[in-house]
């Protein structure tokens, strides 16, 4: 199955639909006084519906098991036709489409069981998705492409040459992917002076994000966020702790960092873990979603 570990869970809605045609009137009157000698058409096959929700990844390979947390099933008839409708919730990583699509097949396919023997032009027909909801692709910032961001890698091993960089080269490679243009990257040693120094200097080049990685530890070195919190005009604890509770549901170490978040003017200043993992989650926590700051600090612009 497709890796899905890096993704986040949000709430998952998904309607799908499946016409059931019938050849004649008769067939409807008998759904509806409830004359079909195997049953309840509709509540054996809202029951029938269900089963095939929940077994959707029991049949289809590439499903992934997900807790499902709503199934509705609707039924309207006009004329010879009923529309199915099935709409399924959750909050997981991964959208409900296949099995909202499966769930309509399975009611359609249980009426047309039950509705054989009395009729013999039964027909399935137009079995689709509808809507979804969720995901990535909803909460993606669709306004704003000429953001501009600088990545700063705080450690005094990297500025010595002593170690390669590779956690400001993986931010810079998740920019990327959000359209994000880079507009300086370079490495420093943990003295608070310099981090404070190039934080001013990058907000007053306009820099729309300014993100630091390293230092965020617990050790003598680790200054980051001490030297950055003072310069903050706002933090914004609700990005701080959406990178903590990623990281801690990866790593029980991830409740040691002091991650940061907060603005200096219309500038969002971020403060990363410094190793390479650490900083890639952090990315994938809140990127692209985080790039909807922008759209309040300094407006919409449809490019």
């Known amino acids: 199955m497709v890796d899905i570990t890096h993704k986040t869970s949000t709430l998952r809605i998904a309607t799908a639909q499946a016409i059931v045609k019938v050849s ?15 049953g309840d058409v509709f509540a054996m096959s809202k029951a029938a519906g269900l089963l095939g929700v929940k077994k ?16 509705g099933i609707e039924y309207t008839i006009e004329g010879l036709e009923i529309t199915v409708l099935v ?8 959208g409900v489409e296949v099995e909202a699509m499966h769930g309509a097949s399975v009611v359609a396919l249980n009426m047309y069981d039950m509705l054989k023997p009395i009729d013999k032009g039964v027909e399935i027909h137009h079995i689709k998705l509808i809507n979804k909801k969720g995901g990535k692709s ?14 700063i890698v705080c450690s005094d091993t990297i500025a010595e040459g002593k170690k390669e960089d590779k956690a400001g080269k993986a931010i810079i490679t998740k920019l990327e992917q959000c359209e994000v243009d880079i507009l300086e990257y370079v490495i420093i040693p943990d003295e608070a002076k310099i981090i404070q120094e190039k934080a001013k200097k990058y907000q007053q080049q306009g820099a729309d994000l300014i993100i630091y990685t390293g230092g965020t530890g617990l050790s003598k070195r680790d200054v980051t966020p001490d030297a950055l919190r003072p310069l903050l005009d706002r933090t914004i604890p609700g990005i701080e702790e959406a990178v903590r ?27 990363l873990p410094g190793s390479t993992n650490g900083a890639r989650e952090s990315m994938d926590a809140i990127f692209p979603e985080v790039l909807h700051v922008f759209r309040i600090l300094k407006g919409a612009r449809h490019d």
């Open 138 to 151: 909803d909460y993606k910032d669709k306004f704003r492409r000429d953001l501009k961001a600088a990545v």
């Open 245 to 271: 509770k990623y990281g801690q549901d990866r790593m029980p170490y991830s409740m040691l960092s002091r991650s940061v978040a907060g603005t200096i003017k219309n500038t969002l200043v971020l403060a």
């Open 24 to 38: 004649k009137p008769e067939t409807i009157a008998a759904i509806e006084q409830g004359t079909v000698p195997k």
């Open 87 to 94: 709409t399924i919730k959750t909050i997981y990583k991964t």
């Open 56 to 71: 959707t990844p029991d049949l289809l390979p590439d499903c992934h098991p997900l807790p499902i947390e709503y199934t």
